[in-house]
């Protein structure tokens, strides 16, 4: 079946709010209104929306440092995220978390992280209580190629297989973990491939292509939801920016960050519904103002609200101690 | 009431847990054992022998062996845990958890604090401890230290039959991350161990004996090994008071405290190596909290710097024994 | 000599030690940069650009870039110290041990004893550490005690530009596996430094302030702030001591007991949650063998048992601080 | 080129040792002659022979906790040995190992690692040595089936094939891990396949078949000396015993255990060397009567040593501390 109209807007909404959030982030951060560091999902939009687009509330992922579009993509309230990002009182995570721990278990975000390879066995135990509890719902794995090779990921590919859970592994291949290519880091042919000789099924997707991305999740869902076990995706996409913002990036050529550029998953996007009559302009561009104001009402509440109670240092360590 | 040994209060309070509730779950390598292999499998029940028989109870959905990938094992059970089961991972012994820590005290033990309160992860990672049983360097250490300063893990290391089952079974019920650290040397001491399920709370030491002239604070196996002393000195007419605090986190400080307000003397006996050990972490605490009551200096009998040493004669010297406990106690006591 | 930043003197460090010997090289993640990419690599030197040059200097048999498997990045270390180089590994953040923690502390720290002293393992583990940098709980922790703990580990943690020279140096000329503590917030802090190449032994303490009413034992980062205190307190006539210990495994033990004969009071800061700290290693030992000079409790200014809160206000609350410095030194110098 | 008759009895012998030797620790365990745990290799013996007969002291390896085949194909001393698992003054280690432990630098043999997934990461160090200070050595790093799960082990292969250094895997598929058969704990359909998919060759070989293993071997030997690259093997055994000593192994039923024994390595060897005449029963039985004698006086040696100083207890922790 294809998407209807409202899921076509929907997909459009999901990613244009992680473009707009996001170039916002950097914005907000060059001023210094954002603590800390913080890594920006731009150009990898069709990744993120793609893989949850199917998903429920009931559904989990699992996310990466680089966490801010599959919150958004899974649902996560802009307003709380902006607030958590800025270190503020009514963030997601109370301000306690920040940019690299945006978690909402309401949503089914289990949380991005700071770890590299750290989600990856936490999605199989998200995995394995759906499979226990026989719901039908899946865990996704979210991974960078750099994350590929962390051990913790390859014991939960082959963990996933062996207990026969619904886990789900994107890994996101963007190009580069930090300021090294995968092409270096990565000694295998391929990450999918590599992920198939665990045991599962895996496939290449245009990580630029909503489409493809979203319909390759598909497949994995369906597996999933039918409890045969674990799939992976290796979703080839671009990372427009730097690792994190002020990562001058000075190892990749100007012609490579064009090349990057010009595949931007959304103008794409915009090009395919609209050329299919799917959607027209005036449908995207209302989204976009209404995106484009939620933003700007976001960071206006974060720069308005106050930090954190400071006796909120040491509550939320136990349920009880 | 029966007999039972340490070994089988623990397997009884697992079972007695799995029975009660549907979504306790055991995962980990052998635990049910024998998978894929000609014979049934289930047969196993972990290599000491803890999970035996619950396999062939409750089957293949509530016992789950694993691959030999200690990251993945913590990391499902956590993940599980925040998605609404209680699992008991174990860690067959305690000087693994170098492959997996980060799943540990990076991910489950700060899930809750990261995510503003927002995340519950009741899960228990049981685990074999200790020196003692000519395991070698690599499967003889304690460790508690290391988890016992992890904000977000919850501690526990007992020394009897008895508080095994009781504390296992306020592990599994409790919704924060819990190591449950048992002791290789004590799986086969016996007592007497109600039949039913029962509750020692967390952070409430034991005053395991009453005395007057020294305090001696002793964790896991290291309990019985101060009982003994204390019972050598009591002889001489000395009056021993030993403290096992059960739970190194949380610690129950105030028992500590009013002990060393009434003895003045304390000798702290722990397993493990001096640095940064529980030894220390309850010497600087008397020395601040107690510093009033101290007549003398606060000694700690733990083992050296060292790693565990294989040789019988070597180990038995590594690990505090008697003739060090009761040579710092005597220079407490004699101290002027 | 001239001013360079602590940053500056660890990269100048890394650059004599591998002109010197050509055993000496470099291993982690980025530490070269670039590899694979369009442009050129080489043009990183590792997210903090402690690394900076070396790899266009020395070239890719000396700088060498990893994939991001700090297991293998360890193993990889100790494999080549064991067999005839020198390497220096990088461990971006502290908090990234969780997931190599057990070719640390179980292979490349135990080699030498399990094999009755028939290996060496010269090699170094840099790796930065510290809150105060808004990296919220996976970035910004110290973990300090996690490597004190472990016998035949040595443990480092210079406080200034000049320290951090001397003893990279020592580190990298010492025949076991060091692990050198960078701090974050001081890698831009300046001070002369000479250009020459020097060592500063492992386990003497550097007396940073001399005093008679009160010992302050700081750590990295910390000791700015302890001597920030001494200097307010000093404007009341209140004379602090303020000792570094700069290495923590080993510790001089000597310098600090020396002191608090003298002073008779000790407050330790240690940024760290209190557990099984620093902060305890020290205060016990005091609390033994320095019992018959104090005058008052032990106070320890830590972190509190939570991890590291990323908003910054949480976040210097949760450091260490002035204030709370001040509070405790008041509360030994008023104890009466 | 055909191994010429003192190679093969160098073979023989070699093999024959280990046989004798771990047949001793099984009777001197029974007796309680041998503190602690051990694990014998007991059915193994072509693999560790096969793999090391080429080596020389200046090339690597690292072993397991089933180490004691490894450390005399490597050329350890049987006498030393046998002290050191009888943690007795004299031992490899001075007592302070134990049968988990055994190393002989001077040998090449960097331990026996008590850490499952513990030697793959220093194997890669020790041939990344040999790379940088180009040897033209190799380092070997054994896992078992079951190590083939653990994160450090994946990472190992990942980092080999990047650094591009002569490190070779030689997974040895004895069918279990513990007490779990590999069919159910490795979720891939070979374990040979997934070295495969991480980027370098990847081989099955007969593990009960001292030529195979010895010719595979070969191969990624010649690879590793000429700087080509990490190599794999999946050497396909069988564990004759139970996981560690007294392991009574019920979970195998009596047809598995005697098809195990009915290809037994020793045996096999002899048929093939006495048929091809290339070596006739009297050379073999000359080796046995010689091998038996020698571990019969390791032993009675060992048996007789002293345990080692108290003094011992605290040295050999640092080089200078
Ligand atoms: C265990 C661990 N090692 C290293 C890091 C530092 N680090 C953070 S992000 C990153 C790169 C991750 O690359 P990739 O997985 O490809 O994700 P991307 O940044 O491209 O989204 C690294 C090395 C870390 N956070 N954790
Ligand atoms: C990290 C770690 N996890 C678990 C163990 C316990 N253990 C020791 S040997 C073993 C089985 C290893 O199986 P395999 O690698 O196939 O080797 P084999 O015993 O068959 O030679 C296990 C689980 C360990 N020593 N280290
Ligand atoms: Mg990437
Ligand atoms: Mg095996």
Chains 1, 4 share one sequence.
């Not at chain 2, 600087?284 to 004669?313: E, W």
Request: glycine share 12%.
């Amino acid at each position: 079946m294809q998407l209807s109209r409202d899921d076509l807007k929907r997909a459009y909404r999901s990613m244009f709010t992680i473009r707009t959030f996001e170039e916002r982030v950097d914005k907000e951060f060059a001023l210094g209104n954002i603590p800390g560091f913080a890594h920006v999902y731009l150009g990898q939009e069709a990744s993120g929306v793609g893989v949850c687009f199917d998903l429920t509330n009931d559904d989990y992922i699992g996310s990466t440092h680089r966490g801010h579009g599959h919150c958004i993509a899974k649902g996560c309230d802009v307003h709380g995220m902006m607030l958590e990002i800025m270190g503020k009182q009514g963030g997601l995570c109370g301000g306690k978390g920040g940019s690299m721990h945006i978690a909402d278990m309401t949503k089914g975000m289990l949380g991005a992280n700071a770890i590299v390879g750290g989600s990856p066995p936490i999605a199989v135990g998200a995995a394995l209580t759906q499979k226990l509890k026989k719901t039908g719902r899946v865990a996704v794995a979210f991974s960078g190629d750099g994350a590929s090779n962390q051990g913790t990921t390859f014991e939960a590919l082959n963990m996933a297989v062996v207990l026969g859970v619904p886990a789900i592994f994107a890994f996101e291949n963007n190009g580069y973990g930090e300021h090294t290519a995968s092409s270096y880091a990565v000694g295998a042919p391929s990450i999918a491939e590599r992920a198939r000789s665990f045991g599962m099924p895996a496939e290449v997707v245009d990580g630029s292509d909503f489409f493809a991305v979203h319909q390759a999740m598909g497949r994995a869902l369906e597996r999933g939801r039918a409890g045969e076990g674990p799939y992976a995706l290796e979703i080839v996409c671009s990372r427009f920016l730097g690792h994190f913002i002020g990562d001058p990036q000075a190892y990749r050529l100007p012609e490579e960050l064009a090349q990057a550029r010009g595949n931007d998953p959304i103008p794409r996007f915009r090009k395919g519904v609209t050329e299919a009559a799917l959607l027209d302009d005036a449908d995207l561009d209302a989204i976009e103002s209404e995106v484009l104001a939620e933003v700007e009402d976001a960071v206006a509440k974060a720069m308005a609200a106050p930090r954190p109670d400071i006796s909120t240092l040491e509550t939320d360590v136990y349920v009880r101690y | 009431m029966s007999k039972k040994t340490y070994g089988q209060a623990i397997n009884e309070a697992l079972r007695g847990e799995m029975l009660r509730d549907p979504n306790v779950i055991i995962i980990g390598e052998d635990v049910a054992g024998g998978h894929g292999a000609s014979g049934e499998p289930g047969g196993v029940g972990g290599v000491f022998g803890m999970t035996a028989g619950l396999y062939k109870e409750f089957g293949p959905e509530r016992v789950l062996d694993t691959p030999i990938s200690e990251s993945a094992i913590i990391g499902a059970a956590s993940g599980a845990a925040v998605t609404g089961m209680r699992p008991v991972a174990e860690i067959m012994f305690v000087d693994f958890v170098g492959v997996c820590f980060d799943q540990i005290y990076n991910q489950a033990a700060k899930f809750r604090y990261m995510f503003g309160g927002k995340a519950k992860t009741p899960m228990v990672i049981r685990t074999a401890i200790g020196a003692g049983f000519r395991g070698g360097a690599q499967h003889s250490q304690t460790l508690h230290p290391l988890f016992t300063m992890v904000p977000g893990l919850k501690v526990v290391i007992p020394s009897n039959a008895y508080d095994a089952k009781g504390l296992l079974i306020s592990a599994i019920r409790d919704d924060d991350p819990v190591i449950f650290m048992e002791s290789k040397v004590l799986y086969g001491q016996s007592m007497e161990v109600p039949d039913e399920a029962y509750r020692i709370p967390f952070g409430e030491a034991n005053v395991v004996r009453e005395g007057k002239d020294l305090t001696f604070v002793a964790f896991g196996a290291m309990v019985p090994r101060a009982l003994a002393v204390a019972q050598t000195l009591a002889a001489e007419g000395i009056s021993c008071e030993v403290i096992d605090p059960r739970t190194t986190s949380p610690l129950d400080e105030d028992t500590i405290l009013e002990s060393v307000a009434k003895t003045g003397r304390l000798v702290i006996i722990d397993e493990s190596p001096p640095r940064c050990s529980l030894a220390a972490d309850v010497g600087a605490m008397v020395a601040d909290k107690g510093f009033r009551s101290l007549k003398a200096p606060i000694k700690a009998v733990t083992c050296p710097h060292t790693p565990v040493p294989f040789a019988p004669n070597l180990e038995d010297e590594y690990m505090p024994n008697p003739r060090r406990i009761e040579e710092a106690a005597r220079a407490v006591l004699g101290y002027r």
